[in-house]
């Protein structure tokens, strides 16, 4: 028991002690604290900068001197020497290009579809800036109430300008929604299918305004033609006649394309009848005929005996001993 007393009077700390361990847990927390200080900083680097390390000059000098650098075309680059300086000795392995931004912009390219890539110019540029700065603002109201224009049918102010600008039509938007069968919107495929008008009526912008739209299937095709239905409808009116004269003319072409299918349907079946005629016809030809002969006779002229085949009726005419 007396060991044991005398042991763990050895092991007391003493005030010094005490402070020296201390000052060492200060110090390592503070190291720590830098640490993961650094770590956050370094993250934060790698995500917003992406770091290229040049190669030596032996390995630039091996690439001909003609070639661009293509670094330097396509990227806006800054250079930082990372505290390498010449009178350190600095090596250019050691010096880093920070890389900011890319300077083309995918959506400025136009592609060719031949394997080239096309820049836009600026006078491109400029127009697509001009078109997007140009918005509709609503049209100023005029004070005297008699000279703005007003709705065909109810006589509102709020009219909707995109039919007036390009069909010179007077109408509010709750009327054109309402009387659909009056103010609704057709196709030029339309036009000509229902109302029988042509390609050259259609272009001619005295007899029918149009609003010209981009193509909602695909923008590298034509850009789609819309027209107001009471329109069309008074301009076909007046060239079939009346109403009944559009619908007669309509009815009369119908009958012409059915019989046209007819008159097709009719060919192609009697060309396939002599087609399986002549094949009939040819395969009974190729057949090797044999004679299945009746009774023989005797002719009462000749006295010969005579027989006669069943299925051609050919007469053979022999002697019997």
Known sequence: MSQNKDSSKDFVLTEEDREFMLKNRKAARE???LKLQNKKKQKKNDNEEII??????????KESDNQPNLIKDIVNSVIIDNDVTEANGGNKKNRKRK???CDYNLSEIVDTKGGFLIEKTEEEYNKEKEKEKKIK???PINLELDKNPKCQ???????????????NVSVCRNCRTKMTEKYSLLTKTECKEDYLLTDSELRDRELLPCWE???PHKSSWNNMMLFVRYQVEEYAFKKWGSEQGLDDEFDRREAEKRQRKEKKFNAKLKELRRNTR???????KKKTHVHEFGETAIDDKTGESVRRCKT??????????
Not at 52 to 61: L, V
């Open 137 to 139: 603002q609503p049209r």
């Open 278 to 284: 002549t094949s009939l016809w040819l395969k009974d």
């Open 213 to 215: 739209r981009p193509n």
């Open 52 to 61: 290229i390390i040049d190669d030596n000059e032996s390995t630039q000098n």
């Open 99 to 101: 890389i900011k931004y």
């Open 153 to 167: 049918e109810c006589d509102s102010l709020d009219i909707d300008y995109d039919y007036f600008d390009n069909f």
């Open 312 to 321: 051609c009726g050919f007469l053979e005419e022999f002697e019997e001993f």
């Open 31 to 33: 190291k720590l604290k």
